[in-house]
Nanobody, 121 residues
Framework: QVQVMESGGGLVQPGGSLRLSCAAS????????MDWYRQAPGNQREFIAL???????NYADFVKGRFTISRDNAKNTVYLQMNSLKPEDTAVYYC???????????????WGQGTQVTVSS
């Protein structure tokens, strides 16, 4: 069994910052990549950022310069530092871990339950 759990969401004023965490635990052989997505009410889930096991990153254009993804491989944890938050950043933020549970297994996606981020004055 694999568990992926996000934390760190909450209410923040426009211009403020939040740091989200996502920890993968359980039967994990290796983690290839960890991603952050978000979904606002009435919208499709959208990609925010990813980080590979070697530290390579990629960001959606709408967060470049404001959000930073980082990773602690020893803890199987990924972080999303969010600065200069805007009301339109309000959404449920989801973490996805692309991992193998055994040497012989293929990589597959494991999603967390999400954490709510609300940006409002």
């Amino acid at each position: 069994q694999v568990q992926v759990m996000e934390s760190g969401g909450g209410l923040v004023q426009p211009g403020g910052s939040l740091r989200l965490s996502c920890a993968a635990s359980g039967s994990i052989f290796s983690i290839s990549r960890m991603d952050w997505y978000r979904q606002a009410p009435g919208n499709q889930r959208e990609f925010i950022a990813l980080i590979t096991s070697t530290g390579s990153t990629n960001y959606a254009d709408f967060v470049k310069g404001r959000f930073t993804i980082s990773r602690d491989n020893a803890k199987n944890t990924v972080y999303l530092q969010m600065n200069s938050l805007k009301p339109e950043d309000t959404a449920v933020y989801y973490c996805n871990a692309v991992l193998r549970t055994t040497y012989w297994a293929s990589n597959r996606d494991y999603w967390g339950q999400g954490t709510q981020v609300t940006v409002s004055s």
